[in-house]
């Protein structure tokens, strides 16, 4: 039943079996309709070149046997030996061989011969003669005989138009050839029982004397494409007629004609429909669920979604506006986060300031009464000089605490110079040198050549250096690799100095990249979570960005982005 839901893919594949299959039938039916008239127009050239090669052997026999019945009257020998003048019937005298040519010998004047106009020259003809006490049609040639000046009889030379004529014929052109004497027409019976003349026949090939092309002809009952050639006799009747056929089954009319090939052409058009809409419609119907499995992400908070199609259809310009939508959604999350931290701060720093001012005083009571006491207690109770002394420590380290709570909720005011920034690091590191000597942390330390100066407070942006490297430490306690480098920026922040950190230390879990900068967030045993908000905010101070990036179990990157001195970089 999913089949027939309305989705999307079920409305293309109808869409394709509709516009698609008749289309494609329309187009067959063309093709096909073309190549009908084509093999129609062929199978007749067939014919017809049969039939001119038919004709070209009879006149050759004919010739063949003008030339024989010359010899023949002229050889005395001849003459002699078969008596001519004293024959005075109608009597084959020689019997015809293979390929060899019946003589017969007819007394007397032929009637519808002229032979005065043709003064003793042979005439050719299709004859259709009574041999061996059947008549068959042949290409003969008669010649009169004289003997002293007169005509005592005829000598006709014939070649017989038997089955070996049409097997040969039929061996050279591929066609079939029936040859069929004309008596039975003259009648009105059928020539051979296994041939059906039609009246349009009779017509055209013994009344007009014309060749006729029929495309349903039959012989012994099977449909052919067929010519009937008429030959002339000597009266100029139609003496015989040869039928030259190809049989419609071996056409490819038949093929088409056939409901066996129009109901596989039908289920091969809805197949090869079905198929390519499937097709079509798996490929775009992918996509739109790509769409919507994307935006799901992005309703459920994960913005970080960007759809890739390679195309230059409405598709590929949707992915675009997808992507430049969550791409702005992605700014304008981290701008309301910028603004919800910022809040915080300005909440902070009005909480701070009073907490502050609460805590110090009592802070500074305590310090000095642990003081005097242990001054009291300085030759008497080593005991209680001790215990002051814990006070005095613990106050100064909650004190210390304080203070960086103010450092970090005060507005900072950074005395922003053009300073190096490769000094800056090198200081960092020498300063944590023995811990970096400690946990046999290798440092790469690498800067641009030229790189212009920034514009910052040396101080501030030392105590950034020094809680990012302090951080990478920590992150390597088993040894690792630290690598620091600074170089102008590309892209959008081509007028920026880029700084980068990369240890390959434990990584951050994703779930924390966005709160680590956030004040009093920490995932380290005893931290305060202040470190990295004041790094965010003296990097903010100085008009810069930080970002991270890091992957569990390979490593974390720092990048900071300065601006650069104005009037060096004009210089």
Not at 85 to 112: C, D, N, Q, Y
Not at 117 to 139: N, R, Y
Not at 202 to 208: A, C, D, G, W, Y
Request: proline share 4%; with cysteine.
């Amino acid at each position: 039943m999913g089949f027939f839901k309305p989705k999307i893919q079920t409305k293309l594949i109808m869409a394709f079996l509709i516009m698609g299959f008749i289309p494609m039938i329309l187009s067959t039916l063309i093709v096909v309709k073309i190549n009908w008239r084509r093999e129609d127009s062929r199978i007749k050239e067939r014919i017809a070149e049969a039939s001119r090669k038919a004709m070209e052997l009879i006149r050759d026999y004919q010739s063949r046997a003008s030339q024989q019945a010359k010899l023949s009257i002229e050889d005395p020998e001849f003459r002699k030996k078969y008596k001519l003048e004293e024959l005075s019937e109608i009597k084959p005298i020689v019997r015809p061989g293979m390929g060899k040519p019946t003589v017969i010998w007819v007394p007397g004047r032929i009637a519808e011969m002229d032979y005065q106009k043709e003064d003793g020259e042979t005439t050719q003809v299709i004859h259709l003669i009574e041999v061996f006490e059947s008549k068959s049609l042949a290409a003969s040639s008669i010649l009169p005989v004289r003997s002293h000046g007169r005509i005592i009889g005829n000598l006709i030379v014939a070649f017989l138009l038997e089955r070996h004529f049409t097997e040969h014929l039929e061996n050279m052109t591929g066609v079939n050839m029936v040859r069929i004497d004309p008596e039975p027409f003259l009648t009105e019976r059928r020539a051979l029982d296994d041939i059906h003349f039609t009246d349009r026949i009779k017509e055209k090939v013994l009344k007009e004397k014309k060749d006729y092309y029929e495309e349903r002809a039959l012989l012994r009952g099977e449909p052919y494409k067929a010519l009937y050639k008429p030959l002339l006799g000597l009266d100029g009747n139609v003496t015989g007629v040869i039928f030259f056929g190809v049989p419609r089954k071996h056409t490819f009319e038949s093929v088409v004609g056939a409901k066996s090939f129009w109901i596989w052409l039908i289920l091969f058009g809805i197949f090869m429909a079905a198929a390519l809409g499937y097709t079509m419609a798996r490929r775009i119907s992918r996509r739109i669920n790509l769409f919507a499995e994307a935006a799901r992400l992005v309703a459920d908070g994960n913005l970080d979604q960007e759809i890739r199609v390679k195309s230059k259809d409405e598709i590929g310009e949707l992915s675009s506006a997808f992507n430049l939508m969550t791409g702005r959604l992605r700014q304008m999350r981290e701008l309301e986060e910028e603004l919800r931290r910022k809040d915080r701060l300005a909440a902070l720093g009005e909480l701070s300031a009073g907490v502050a001012h609460e805590v110090r005083n009592p802070l500074g009571i305590i310090k000095n009464s642990a003081q005097v006491l242990q001054d009291k207690f300085k030759d008497k109770d080593t005991k209680s000089r001790e215990l002051s002394k814990f006070i005095i420590e613990e106050v100064d380290r909650l004190n210390k605490v304080v203070t960086n709570f103010l450092d970090f909720a005060r507005p900072q005011k950074p005395n922003l110079t053009g300073r190096k920034i490769a000094p800056i690091i090198s200081r960092a590191l020498e300063l944590m040198q023995s811990e970096i000597l400690k946990r046999k942390i290798k440092v790469a330390n690498k800067h641009e050549d030229n790189l212009p100066p920034v514009l910052a407070d040396e101080e501030l942006l030392a105590q950034v250096f020094l809680n990012i490297i302090s951080n990478a430490i920590q992150a390597m306690p088993d040894g690792g690799r630290l690598m620091v480098s600074s170089k102008s920026g590309a892209g959008s922040y081509k007028d920026l100095v880029e700084i980068s950190f990369t240890d390959t230390g434990c990584g951050i879990p994703a779930q924390d990249l966005d709160k680590i900068f956030n004040p009093f967030f920490s995932n380290k045993e005893g931290g305060v979570g202040l470190g990295l908000s004041i790094v965010h905010k003296i990097v903010e101070s100085h008009g810069g960005k930080i970002s991270v990036h890091s992957r569990v179990g390979e490593g974390t990157t720092f990048t900071i982005h300065l601006k650069g001195n104005l009037c060096q970089l004009k210089s």
